[in-house]
């Protein structure tokens, strides 16, 4: 498949709308949602929790809340971990409200642990055995992404011998899951400086060196903040590599308005790029209970309220 196509359809998959909605944001009280039920013009997702005091601690019933207040999809990073009849569950329900299944993590130990950067053989296998169950985890939940962290930089190899371990790594998992339709998406983070995966010129050198439509940019805009800065010149210089978007303000990694980040700036440039696909909610609610709740909302509609 044409590598444009295979991006497009494997992001903008599960598209569509309800025939029914819920009641969850019309117990709340019409004057108290901003503008409910209109769909955003970028479509972000949510995280498991996020709106659970006024939801509750159900994810199934956020999910439709969600739905009801303008939301289009979700992300979960611990997916993997659920019952698979939870993750069933899940993504009947969001086939049902016409929603999207964004990231979920591709379990190979943790972001530090196994790393692909040493060559060695065992955490190779681990590596591939988690592809190997993404594309289970997949089916179920109806995702087409999963994130992945090389682990951390082997400190007794040169980089390029560290680079040259990763891309061959990377090859062999994409020849498991191209064939599924999943993109694998690299996340590079600020989370320790013992990490391999940190910046995304770095990242954006080993996609195009892995040369699959199934390994891509995870550009998450809170830890590009952090390492590097200057996020819309670095979204230009690496978008034809990006497959998904993460949002986090700095400092406090919550909803935009919070921090430093002009979101709203941000959004708009992403939009007029042409990017249709999930941007991810992996942030904190600044504010706690009920009042957190509609503040992030209002955020949301702050900053999506851009000119088109």
């Not at 009801?68 to 086939?95: C, H, T, W, Y």
């Not at 040259?164 to 899951?177: F, V």
């Not at 996020?231 to 430093?260: K, M, V």
């Amino acid at each position: 498949m044409q590598r444009k196509n295979f991006i497009k359809n494997s992001l903008l998959a599960g598209g569509g709308l309800l025939a029914a909605r819920s009641t969850h944001a019309a117990a709340m009280g019409k004057n108290e949602l901003p503008e409910s039920g209109k769909p955003f013009k970028l479509n972000y997702g949510i995280h498991d929790g996020m709106f659970k005091n006024n939801a509750g601690k159900d994810f199934i019933d956020q999910i439709k809340f969600a739905y009801d207040i303008g939301f289009r999809s979700i992300e979960d990073n611990g997916m993997a971990g659920r019952p698979v009849e939870q993750q069933k569950a899940i993504g009947d329900a969001l086939a049902k409200l016409g929603m999207s299944m964004g990231v979920f993590v591709l379990d190979k130990g943790g972001n530090d642990a196994n790393t692909i950067a040493s060559g060695k053989p065992e955490n190779l296998e681990i590596f591939l055995k988690g592809c190997r169950q993404a594309v289970e985890v997949a089916k179920r939940c109806n995702a087409k992404l999963t994130t992945m962290v090389p682990g951390d930089f082997e400190r007794d190899l040169p980089i390029g011998i560290q680079t040259a371990n990763t891309i061959e790594a990377l090859r062999k998992g994409a020849e498991i899951l191209e064939p599924h339709g999943i993109v694998m998406v690299l996340e590079p983070l600020s989370d320790s400086p013992n990490l391999f995966l940190r910046h995304s010129d770095q990242t954006y050198a080993i996609c195009k060196a892995v040369n699959s439509p199934s390994c891509k940019i995870l550009f998450d805009m809170f830890h590009m903040q952090r390492n590097e800065g200057n996020i819309i010149h670095n979204i230009d210089l690496t978008y034809s590599e990006i497959a998904y978007f993460q949002i986090g303000n700095n400092p406090g990694r919550n909803e935009p308005t919070t921090g430093e980040m002009d979101y709203k700036n941000i959004f708009k440039h992403i939009y007029h790029k042409g990017y249709r696909g999930i941007l991810g909610m992996e942030h904190g609610n600044s504010l706690p209970g009920k009042e957190g709740e509609m503040a992030l909302i209002k955020a949301y509609r702050d900053s999506d309220d851009f000119e088109v």
